[in-house]
Nanobody
Framework: VQLVESGGGSVQAGGSLRLSCVIS????????MGWFRQAPGQEREGVAA????????YYADSVTGRFTISRNNAQNTVYLQMNSLKPGDTAMYYC????????????????WGQGTQVTVS
């Protein structure tokens, strides 16, 4: 199983970015995809999650109304659209896949990407 993120970059506050995560080798879609982020010196934080075989989504309070998670199963890709970005959103963003219990607990995810950096100034 491989997860590859892309789409990170540097933007000014108020700007937008769309992150993508391509999944390969994980054909069973009865699992969750999550986006996490980790800033230097801070713990990894769950941001959003989506069920690959359905449409259920969850968002952290800090991003509700600004971020949107979506999926395209035909392309084995999960997206995170990030609008109205703030300096506090600066972090390395990771996508993860797994059977999960608590969608915002890293322990529920079995597979992780390498991360993509988002910097908001």
């Amino acid at each position: 199983v491989q997860l590859v993120e892309s789409g990170g970059g540097s933007v000014q506050a108020g700007g937008s970015l769309r992150l993508s995560c391509v999944i390969s080798g994980y054909t069973d879609r009865r699992n969750w995809m999550g986006w996490f982020r980790q800033a230097p010196g801070q713990e990894r934080e769950g941001v959003a999650a989506i069920y690959r075989a359905g449409y259920t989504t969850y968002y952290a309070d800090s991003v509700t109304g600004r971020f949107t998670i979506s999926r395209n199963n035909a392309q084995n890709t999960v997206y995170l659209q990030m609008n109205s970005l703030k300096p506090g959103d600066t972090a390395m963003y990771y996508c993860a896949a797994g059977s999960v219990g608590n969608v915002f607990s890293a322990n529920g995810y079995n597979y992780w990407g390498q991360g993509t950096q988002v910097t908001v100034s």
